[in-house]
């Protein structure tokens, strides 16, 4: 990396984390650079020598001199906190309904399997006392609840396949460092 994606990509990073002095910290950086260059490195040299990007922004964010904006918006905060009895029970209801939905399907895959279980202990008892024929008819139905819990329990899985993505993205789109990537928008 030369000396002006250097700059231009600290620039961005600098804007991104509200850094209110980063003029002062590209000036120092440039002028660093400048006096490495001028000692026989060259630009890339120059770079690595100040350790990239992500080493500098480390530096900037951890020195005590750096001023973070503050944020103005108090009647916001104010608003979403003092609204949270509303909202917030909507919000976990949204969420909640996928979740037991999902174990309803559960429900259904373990019932189809426990009458494929007991209508199949049922056909050979059947078949003894009754005859062959009406026990063959309660096999078929048996067989016929195994193959539903077997097709309802791989609904079972695509659905918890789906729900467990929607919740990484959920977490990686309120998550500290999922805003320090970039995912959030400020």
Do not use: H
């Amino acid at each position: 990396m030369d000396k002006q994606n250097f700059l231009k990509t600290l620039k961005k990073q600098l804007q991104k984390f509200g850094v209110k002095n980063a003029d002062d910290y590209l000036d120092y950086y440039s002028e660093y650079l400048d006096d490495l260059i001028e000692n026989g490195a060259t630009e890339v040299e120059a770079v690595e020598k100040v350790g990239g990007v992500k080493k500098v922004l480390v530096e900037i964010i951890s020195d005590n001199d750096v001023e973070i904006p503050q944020t103005s918006d108090r009647l916001k905060s104010a608003l979403l906190i003092g609204s949270l009895p509303v909202w917030g029970p909507l919000l976990l209801a949204a969420y909640l309904v996928p979740v037991l939905l999902l174990f309803a399907v559960l429900l259904i895959a373990v019932s189809f399997l426990i009458a494929g279980g007991w209508t199949l202990v049922g056909s050979f008892v059947v078949m003894v006392k009754v005859g062959l024929l009406y026990g063959g008819f309660q096999l078929g139905i048996c067989l016929l609840f195994l193959g539903g819990s077997l097709l309802v329990e791989q609904l079972f899985v695509y659905l918890t396949q789906k729900l467990f993505n929607f919740n990484k993205y959920l977490f990686r789109k309120f998550n500290v460092r999922g805003i320090k990537n970039g995912l959030v928008k400020n």
